[in-house]
């Protein structure tokens, strides 16, 4: 069973449709005002000056270009039927090549920043680190003494021992070699 327990939709119940002739007539009162507009502008103007949109896009082009593009987006579909002025609709705007600022600072997202913080606090940590200012680097350093006290230690103390044995293996060479001369 279809939504809501009907049969058929409501869509196709009112369609209407506009003849051509329908058509045609909107063109021709759309051509008829805007002769009578280019008509009441060179009256106002004594006919010398011409049309007044005219004279303004050829003393400022780059606003004559905007405002032809926001003519051309006004006539879009409905828009151009309609004419109401959405607060919340952002107008899109084209920037050409030459006004686009690729030397200027780029704005950097907030996880952006911080990653670099981090990385600079990193690098002048282990700055810090390497030069031994750290109290981390000082405990390194305290402890990697200890550890070379401890081996120099043990060395002397092997170099005694092997002395100790050499001494006695000599002096046990020494004895037998008497007995044996006996």
């Known amino acids: 069973m279809p939504k809501g327990g009907r049969k058929g939709g409501h869509k196709g119940r009112a369609r209407q449709y506009t003849s051509p002739e329908e058509i045609d007539a909107q063109l021709q009162a759309e051509k008829q005002k805007a002769r009578e507009e280019e008509e009441q502008g060179e009256e106002d103007g004594d006919g010398a000056a011409g049309d007044p949109k005219k004279e303004k896009k050829s003393l400022d082009s780059d606003e004559s270009e905007d405002e032809e593009d ?35 600072p780029k704005e950097l997202s907030r996880r952006e920043r911080e990653e670099i913080e981090k990385q600079k606090a990193k690098e002048r940590y282990m700055k810090m680190h390497l030069a031994g200012k750290t109290e981390q680097a000082k405990a390194d350093l305290a402890r990697l003494a200890i550890i070379r006290k401890q081996r120099e230690e043990a060395a002397k103390k092997k170099e005694e021992e092997k002395k100790a044995k050499d001494d006695a293996t000599l002096s046990g060479k020494r004895m037998q070699s008497l007995s044996l001369n006996k």
Do not use: C, F, H, S
């Open 70 to 104: 926001d003519y051309q987006q006004k006539r879009k579909g409905v828009e151009g039927l309609i004419d109401i002025e959405n607060p919340n609709r952002v107008a899109q705007t084209t920037k050409k090549v030459t006004q686009l600022d690729l030397d200027g």
